[in-house]
Structures are given as structure tokens and as C-alpha cells.
């Protein structure tokens, strides 16, 4: 029973264009929500956050917005870049997850952003 | 710099034998965690601490175990290798305390034949 999904396990866009990357989630008890990104042979790195008491978080070209009556949020990249080719991972935690704020990660969605 | 090394960063071993994957962290973090990346299934919890002398069992922990004797260090041992847990493996670490990102190391790709 996957908590966070990513349904869409790859996506193509244009150079220059926006890429949106979707990610569900079911439990209720979620309220922090993070963006990982990951290049070949590299472990994940960290991307961008958002509280459940936001329902949008910009960092230059990244914004995630986050809907939570839907529990649902998606990263915009804007524009995309060739190097922003890479897999993405949702993530999630919340109270209940331990004092370590323990990661729950969807299944990942490898974006390729076409020159 | 800190960073967070793993070794080795490849492996194969047989069906049988016991493997230990080392971790190590020079953030100084008190929370460390090991993940496996398999496809489909994303980045899933094997074990993880939260300081010196304290481990705990994550989502898919059998056939695993960790011991944390300092902290920098969690070193992870697979039993009795499966084929099962052909994967690729990744530490990671935080800082105490609520929303504080993990770092993540390389990863360890892993076979067992």
C-alpha cells in the first residue's frame, strides 16, 4: 500500500518549457512535504520543501504547490533545462513518523528535458 | 567539507554469505538511515537511528540489521545474502529535529548471484 505515488514514471519536455511532476498522497497524517532529485549514479539531493500550512513554496525556477484537500502536490520547473534531466522522488512525513521525521518516498519520475 | 561516504560502491556476493555495507558521515548528524532503491518502488526504509546505541526497524528491515557504535558510523549487514536484496542501497543523515532534510550518500549498488 504505497503512501506517496508518482504515477507518471517518465516525462519528456521541451527545453525552455514548463515541467510538472505530480505526486499523490493518502495518509492524512502527512504535513511536510520535500522534493528530491537524483542523477545517475548519485544519491538523491534535496530540491525544495513545503509545510502543510502553505500551499506554495517558489525557489527560482522550482515551485511546489501543494493541495491538501486533494493530498496532492506538484513540482513546476520553469523554464526546464538539459540539465534538469534527472529522476525526481516525492517525498513525505509527519507526526506519528518518529522523532527523526521519518521519509516516505513515492516510486520516482524520471524527467528528460529535450535540447 | 562534511559529506557521507559509502563503501563499497559496487558489490556481488553469493547467496549465503553475510555483507556489510559501511557508512560514514562527517556532519556529525545524530539521525542515520538506510535506504534500498529498487525500481518501481522508489526509496524504501531498511533501518535507521537517532544516536549512539540506538537503532530501530524500518519498513522492509528482515534480512537486515545495523549497529551503531559512534556517530559517525552505521554500518549495514546483510545476514545471509539473498537474491531478494539485489538492490541499491543509500545512507543517509539529518540533523535532530523536525523538517530537517536528509543527505544522502553515492549508493552501494549491490548483487547477490
Known amino acids: 500500500d504505497q503512501q506517496v505515488k508518482q504515477n507518471s514514471p517518465s516525462l519528456s519536455v521541451q527545453e525552455g518549457r514548463i515541467s510538472i511532476l505530480n505526486c499523490d498522497y493518502t495518509?492524512?497524517?502527512?504535513?511536510?512535504f520535500l522534493w528530491y532529485k537524483k542523477y545517475p549514479a548519485e544519491g538523491p539531493t534535496f530540491l525544495i520543501s513545503?509545510?502543510?500550512?502553505?500551499d506554495k513554496n517558489e525557489d527560482g525556477r522550482f515551485t511546489v504547490f501543494l493541495n491538501k484537500s486533494a493530498k496532492h502536490l506538484s513540482l513546476h520547473i520553469v523554464p526546464s533545462q538539459p540539465g534538469d534531466s534527472a529522476v525526481y522522488f516525492c517525498?513525505?512525513?509527519?507526526?506519528?513518523?518518529?522523532?527523526?521525521?521519518?521519509?516516505?518516498f513515492g516510486s520516482g519520475t524520471q524527467l528528460t528535458v529535450l535540447p | 567539507d562534511a559529506e557521507i561516504t559509502q563503501s563499497p560502491r559496487h558489490k556481488i556476493t553469493e547467496t549465503g554469505r553475510q555483507v556489510t555495507l559501511a557508512c560514514h558521515q562527517t556532519?556529525?548528524?545524530?539521525?542515520m538511515f538506510w535506504y534500498r532503491q529498487d525500481l518501481g518502488h522508489g526509496l524504501r526504509l531498511i533501518h535507521y537511528?537517532?544516536?549512539?546505541?540506538?537503532?530501530n526497524k524500518g519498513e522492509v528491515s528482515d534480512g537486515y540489521s545495523v549497529s551503531r557504535s559512534n556517530t559517525e558510523d552505521l554500518p549495514l549487514t546483510l545476514e545471509s545474502a539473498a537474491s531478494s536484496q539485489t538492490s541499491v542501497y543509500f545512507c543517509?543523515?539529518?540533523?535532530?529535529?523536525?523538517?530537517?532534510?536528509?543527505?544522502f550518500g553515492p549508493g552501494t549498488r549491490l548483487t547477490v548471484l
Open positions: 543517509a543523515s539529518s540533523e535532530q529535529g523536525a523538517y530537517n532534510e536528509q543527505f
Open positions: 556532519w556529525n548528524h545524530n539521525n
Open positions: 517525498a513525505a512525513t509527519g507526526t506519528g513518523t518518529g522523532s527523526a521525521r521519518q521519509l516516505t
Open positions: 537511528s537517532y544516536g549512539v546505541q540506538d537503532t
Open positions: 513545503i509545510s502543510s500550512i502553505k
Open positions: 495518509n492524512s497524517m502527512f504535513d511536510y
